[in-house]
């Protein structure tokens, strides 16, 4: 989960890739990162049912195929 978080803190920080708008970027890279956050802390309480709820969403919500439609050449 910690390693988890420290991805979604690099990727918010990091430059849009040429594809893809910015707004979208930062869009896609947020919702990521609130995620990881959400998932860690769920971790860090050894909270069982939190931690399924938050890593279904980020399955639901933030997975990579999201952003690497929009934001990743071929």
Do not use: N
Request: charged share 30%; net charge positive.
């Amino acid at each position: 989960a910690g390693e988890l978080k420290r991805y979604g803190d690099l990727m918010a920080k990091a430059p849009k890739p040429k594809k893809g708008t910015e707004e979208s970027w930062k869009e896609l890279t947020a919702k990521f990162q609130t995620q990881t956050v959400a998932i860690l802390a769920a971790a860090e309480k050894k909270d069982a049912a939190a931690v399924a709820t938050s890593t279904g969403e980020f399955g639901a919500q933030a997975t990579c195929k999201a952003c690497h439609t929009v934001h990743k050449g071929k």
